[in-house]
């Protein structure tokens, strides 16, 4: 079959939008049709050879046709999902009225919850160190005891608290603990080594396209591209 005949056949008219928007298979039997066509299409393609100005035009008229049959396909797609669309959009913004305000109520009582837990980690760091400052202060006076006895004088165990409980569990089995993490933050940019950098890719280009032709460590080139214009 010629590309063109394949391309134009009467059957490739606008298909009918399903009557149920949610229906899978009818939206699958309006874009059956086109399936063979297509196909052909492809098949003719890559048989076809441009060694000439007569085929090399020819070649552009049908990739102008199959890009047109593509926005064809794709506003057929949009006119088939409008509706689900429309209808998701909707549910989600009237939804967000609920969730909004449960979002808002997680984050107040997690940042109370933080800042409770802050202050037992506080409480227990003084005590340890009121602990450190008294084991220090009694391993001074048995130092001083057993100098005066002419003995070797003793060394007290490590101090040890009990740990602060950092899990909060309920009788309904939900928990609450808080996850401690090294996070590092740009300081100055200027400063951070290159191994941490990676070039921008974006700058890059448009440096390029502005005709900045030497850039050190990369590779400046033209390169051709087809453009099809239907």
């Not at 890059?204 to 030497?214: F, H, L, N, Y």
Request: hydrophobic share 35%; proline share 6%.
């Amino acid at each position: 079959m010629d590309f063109n005949v394949a391309l134009k056949n009467p059957d490739l008219g606008y298909m009918d939008i399903p009557n149920d928007p949610l229906d899978i298979d009818a939206a699958k039997a309006s874009f059956a049709p086109h399936k063979t066509r297509i196909l052909e299409m492809l098949e003719i393609s890559k048989e076809y050879n441009v060694n000439s100005r007569e085929t090399n035009a020819d070649a552009i008229v049908k990739i102008s046709d199959a890009k047109t049959l593509t926005k064809k396909l794709e506003q057929e797609r949009k006119n088939i999902v409008e509706a689900p669309n429309l209808f998701i959009r909707k549910v989600n913004s009237f939804v967000k009225e609920f969730t909004a305000p449960l979002l808002e109520i997680e984050r107040v009582l997690k940042t109370k919850i933080g800042q409770y837990q802050t202050r037992l980690e506080m409480e227990r760091r003084e005590q340890e160190k009121k602990a450190r400052e008294e084991a220090a202060k009694l391993q001074a006076e048995l130092d001083k005891e057993a100098k005066a006895k002419g003995v070797e004088p003793v060394k007290m165990a490590p101090v040890e608290l009990a740990p602060v409980e950092t899990v909060t569990r309920t009788e309904e089995g939900a928990s609450a603990h808080i996850r401690k993490e090294w996070v590092g933050e740009i300081e100055d940019p200027e400063a951070v080594p290159r191994e941490f950098c990676t070039p921008d890719m974006k700058l890059i280009r448009e440096a390029v396209k502005a005709g900045k032709r030497e850039i050190p460590g990369i590779k400046i080139f033209e390169k051709s591209t087809t453009v099809i214009r239907g």
